[in-house]
């Protein structure tokens, strides 16, 4: 019969825009963690993505977005299809959003549209999930938002991306921002920050 | 699902839209017993644009927006869709739930004999009595021919 499709925010308005402040929170203040008030915004989120990603997703993704998933998982692709009404793309440098559920493996980041010169802002925005914001290898982020330095834990992102993040630092005004999904909050990572890795002393 | 079903599905989906809430709630009330569902998608009211063709073929054009309410619903095996005109959202929760209903094998033949045929009766004499009454005060324009001087 027909395919079961999981249920989205219980209260479409209200959470959506509570979401909305949390990531705009996130994004101005890079490396700080932001979480939700009330947690109970749905019931079951479709695998492989946490309720925080899945929230994410509700919140930004629409008709306008084209968005990259890392996985081809069917069931999610529905879910978002019904929810959010985006189209689905494989093409990397025209997706909006990519989706990102497995922070470990991470896909070739370099792929993704940095925006062109005139206009910097089409440039995909990266959706990673991550095992934690709190706990993990420490770093340290300063820049654009940050008054000093902001020191955070994270784990669950493959070491790659500090790498990758530092090169998309040089390309400003042009670059992509990322957000990073953890069950324990969301944390972002503009285009503008600057990311120190405090790898521990042997 | 296979070409028929879709085709009947188009019309019970229609029937459910265009009955008048009084009706559908109606239908609801006299269930045996009410199946428990979950709502998908909670009704939401929009705006969707209509297009028009003038005179059926012309070109499309905008012809205005109007109000239109949804309504997604999960139902045992199966997920009922409702589009209506207007802003009832009970009418487009009824209305999707019914849908889903209808999909079942086991309730279809029952429902469409006791919820969507009187239903498409009493839109069908809705519409005939309308129209009688519009006729009534129908007005024939007759054009003189008139001599040139």
Known sequence: ?202 | MNQTHVQDRQHWMSVLARTSFANIQKAWRAMPEQPEYSLLRQPETGLVMIQARTNGNGAPFNMGEMTLTRCSVSIHNAIGHAYIAGRNPEHAELAAIFDGLLQLPEHNARLMETVINPMEKNIAEQIKTKAKQVASTRVDFFTMVRGED
């Not at chain 1, 963690?33 to 695998?47: D, K, L, R, Y």
């Not at chain 1, 062109?116 to 300063?142: M, N, Y």
């Open chain 1, 1 to 202: 019969m027909t395919q079961q499709i999981l249920s989205g925010f219980n209260s479409p308005v209200h959470d959506s825009q509570q979401w909305y402040r949390i990531v705009l929170d996130a994004m101005s203040r890079p490396g700080n963690v932001c979480f939700p008030i009330s947690t109970e915004a749905f019931s079951q989120a479709p695998s492989p993505c946490s309720k925080t990603a899945a929230s994410i997703a509700l919140t930004l993704f629409d008709n306008d977005t084209s968005i990259w998933l890392q996985t081809s998982d069917e069931k999610l692709t529905h879910w978002l299809q019904f929810h959010c009404g985006c189209p689905i793309t494989t093409d990397k440098n025209a997706a909006t959003f990519a989706l990102i559920t497995d922070g470990n493996s991470l896909p070739d980041l370099t792929q993704f549209s940095i925006g062109s010169s005139e206009f910097p802002d089409r440039s995909t925005t990266l959706v990673i999930q991550v095992e934690s914001v709190t706990h993990g290898e420490p770093v340290e982020f300063s820049g654009s938002g940050i008054a000093t330095t902001n020191k955070l834990n994270i784990s669950g992102l493959d070491s790659s991306f500090w790498e990758t993040q530092k090169n998309n630092r040089s390309l400003f005004p042009q670059g992509f921002d990322t957000i990073l999904a953890a069950p324990d909050g969301v944390v972002c990572i503009p285009r503008t920050t600057t990311i120190r890795r405090q790898t521990p002393c042997m």
